[in-house]
């Protein structure tokens, strides 16, 4: 059982707008910052947003991200095709001698 | 541009132990920037962190599996090594090899493509 909670399935229709949700601890999210990745199907996973709501070079502005209190969100607009893949949260916990902890992953399907 | 290549045994018994090495090219090593450590993700299922290691030698691991584990770093080659001893089913995985910037945000920029271990007699 991972230590942050996700939706194991989210899904939309080309052109829409989903959002995945990070529900974790004051251990975790609630005193650190939250990154997302991004894993397409039999690839290695690929930094997606870091720092809550950053966005590294060549990721499209239609991916972005929130935290508010120990929950974190992942909102994809303009769905496309090729956004279908499994997306994991990540966090720093500061419990148990201190760990980096993730999401079970979301498996994003799109109709 | 930095690359990370994975290599080892694909196939491990049970109790004995798991060696990888990670390749790092486009990229020093020893620039005194960056962590380098491992992630690893059973089939069909999520990713667990395993530690990571700076330049210097000093290495941080994930509690859970603190026991069993020893990373090492090879500025000479520019590579950085797991071993997990006693290995049992529920160490098969694919082991991935990544790099942050050190703190505690923890952003795994770089990935390589990854390596399944699985551990069977």
């Known amino acids: 059982q991972s230590v942050l909670t996700q939706p194991p399935s989210a899904s939309g229709t080309p052109g829409q707008r989903v959002t995945i949700s990070c529900s974790g601890s004051?251990?975790?999210?609630?005193?650190?910052?939250v990154n997302w990745y991004q894993q397409l199907p039999g690839t290695a996973p690929k930094l997606l947003i870091y720092?809550?709501?950053q966005r590294p070079s060549g990721v499209p502005d239609r991916f972005s991200g929130s935290k508010s209190g120990t929950s974190a969100s992942l909102a994809i607009s303009g769905l496309q095709s090729e956004d279908e893949a499994d997306y994991y949260c990540?966090?720093?916990?500061?419990?148990?001698?201190?760990?980096?902890?993730f999401g079970g992953g979301t498996k994003l399907t799109v109709l | 541009q930095l690359q990370l290549q994975e290599s080892g045994p694909g196939l491990v018994k049970p109790s004995e132990t798991l060696s990888l090495t990670c390749a790092v090219s486009?990229?020093?090593?020893?620039?005194?920037?960056?962590?380098w450590g491992w992630i690893r993700q059973p089939p069909g299922k999520g990713l667990e962190w395993i530690g990571d290691?700076?330049?210097?030698?000093?290495?941080y691991y994930n509690p859970s599996l603190k026991n069993r584990v020893t990373m090492s770093v090879d500025t000479s080659k520019n590579q950085f090594s797991l071993k997990l001893t006693s290995v049992t089913a529920s160490d098969t995985a694919v082991y991935y090899c990544?790099?942050?910037?050190?703190?505690?945000?923890?952003?795994?920029?770089?990935w390589g493509q990854g390596t399944l271990v699985t551990v069977s007699s």
């Open positions: 990544t790099r942050h910037k050190g703190g505690y945000d923890y952003i795994f920029d770089s």
């Open positions: 004051s251990s975790n999210i609630g005193s650190n910052t």
């Open positions: 290691i700076y330049s210097s030698g000093s290495a």
């Open positions: 990540a966090a720093w916990d500061d419990s148990l001698n201190g760990r980096v902890v």
């Open positions: 720092t809550n709501n």
């Open positions: 486009g990229g020093s090593i020893s620039s005194g920037i960056y962590y």
